[in-house]
């Protein structure tokens, strides 16, 4: 009896305060209640009415290309104050309709503690990284940011018992696997600093799975291509804003060779696929790290079907040093375990993105244009 209830009450204190449970020599995290007391305070945590039927859900980096979007996702099905943007810059969208949103710095371990804790998260959507062609910029910066910053993510899930999804690439590849296709395991020696932190991302996420049962989890994805939120400097950044030149100038330069055949997708598939696989229960996977995959297409085809709708579209190619990295990633993915084991499928091929690309963007051009007119005539 005594036995059981000190394992309850270990239970119920590690979700509480368990930094002082766990033994650890991280100078990051704290040894007492006091460091806590010390933080700058964060907006409003008195203020979150959870809906406590669904988890509360903490995005990193939630101001790049694809947190946005997740987060508009999620607050439509567990609740606007269920989920907390985070980032380390400004948020893009008007203050007036969205829900939290918090300073936070993945390298800053303490910080993350008190929003994790203020806000009762229950998962995290770690987003925060420099991709593949900014991180061979700053090889030392990618190092902390993609590295040291996923160590905080993992430290912190296990301490707090959050389920943790870190989302890969196909830049976790190299020139050594199988390009065409590329099955979820295989040999994995990327060549950048991005596919090297994936990987490590990859490996660690999955030690920890099977060291201290966290709920550890990862899809690798495509290219994504997306109309209201801008890559943030990667490889395969060409397949979006072909779309924005083509519309504004009719002329793009591409940095990569017309035959240069990449796994995409459209945005909606790739945030979809985090939810499905997020809802999925943890004993019903069979991995913790699954290729997904929605179409594969050179720039050569893309700007053929874009034509279709800009036919005086002039394409140029200049190839850059994105070309070498784009040569050592996959051609085409193998998802088949992801569609067999928890019912992954793609909504979007080249045909539909192209055309839901060309709706959203003449949407978003004429609404820019209406609001500058307004402003103009403001003044
Ligand atoms: N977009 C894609 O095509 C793609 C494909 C495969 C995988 N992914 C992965 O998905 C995730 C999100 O990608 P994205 O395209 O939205 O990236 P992005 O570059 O658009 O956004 C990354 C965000 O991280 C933030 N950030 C940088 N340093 C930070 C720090 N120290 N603390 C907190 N935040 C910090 C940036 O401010 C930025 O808003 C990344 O992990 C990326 O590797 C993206
Ligand atoms: C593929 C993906 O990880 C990212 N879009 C990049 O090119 O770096």
New binding site residues.
């Given amino acids: 009896m005594v036995g059981m209830a000190l394992k309850t009450f270990k239970n119920v204190f590690s979700r509480t305060a368990p930094f002082l449970l766990n033994q650890t020599t991280d100078s990051q995290i704290p040894v007492g209640l006091m460091t806590l007391t010390s933080r700058r305070c964060i907006n409003n945590p008195a203020d979150v009415q959870h809906q406590e039927e669904h988890p509360v859900v903490l995005i ?8 946005t979007g997740l987060a508009r996702m999620l607050r439509a099905r567990y609740g606007k104050n269920n989920v907390i943007m ?4 400004k948020r893009r969208e008007p203050k007036h309709n969205s829900g939290h949103y918090v300073y ?4 800053d371990f303490n910080n993350l503690q008190e929003i994790v804790v203020n806000y009762n998260v229950d998962w995290i959507i ?6 593949s062609a ?1 991180g061979e910029q700053n090889v030392s910066l990618a190092m ?2 993609n590295i040291e ?1 996923l160590h905080n993510m993992l430290e912190l899930s296990r301490q707090y018992g959050i389920k943790l999804f ?6 976790a590849f190299g020139p050594d696997s199988p390009r065409n296709p590329t099955p979820d395991i295989t040999i994995q020696r990327p060549r950048t600093i ?1 596919g090297v932190s ?1 990987v490590h991302a990859e490996l660690l996420g999955e030690y920890f799975n099977h060291r201290f049962g966290l709920d550890f989890r990862s899809l ?5 291509i997306s109309y209201d ?6 490889t ?1 950044d060409y397949a979006v804003a072909v779309f924005h030149e083509a519309m504004r100038t009719g002329r793009y330069q591409c940095y990569l060779r017309p035959d240069t055949m990449l796994p995409m997708m459209y945005i909606d598939d ?1 945030l979809r696929s985090v939810v499905e696989f997020m809802e999925v229960p943890n004993q019903d996977l069979r991995m913790r790290t699954y290729n997904v995959q929605a179409m594969s297409f050179t720039p050569a085809e893309l700007f053929e079907e874009i034509k279709l709708y800009i036919p005086k579209l002039e394409i140029t190619y200049k190839p850059d040093e994105r070309q070498k990295i784009a040569d050592s990633w996959p051609m085409r993915f193998d998802d088949s375990r992801a569609r067999a084991e928890w019912g992954w499928s793609h909504r979007y091929d080249l045909k539909a993105l192209v055309k839901v690309m060309f709706e959203g963007l003449t949407s978003k051009f004429q609404a820019e244009k209406q609001a500058s007119r307004a402003s103009r005539y403001a003044l």
Avoid: E, M, N
């Fill in positions: 990193t980096g939630s101001q790049g290309q694809l947190g985070s980032d380390i810059v936070a710095d993945i390298l770690h987003f925060s990284a420099l991709l900014v902390r940011v910053g870190v989302p890969s690439t196909i830049g991005y994936k690798r994805f495509p290219g994504v939120s801008l890559p943030g400097g990667g395969t790739c």
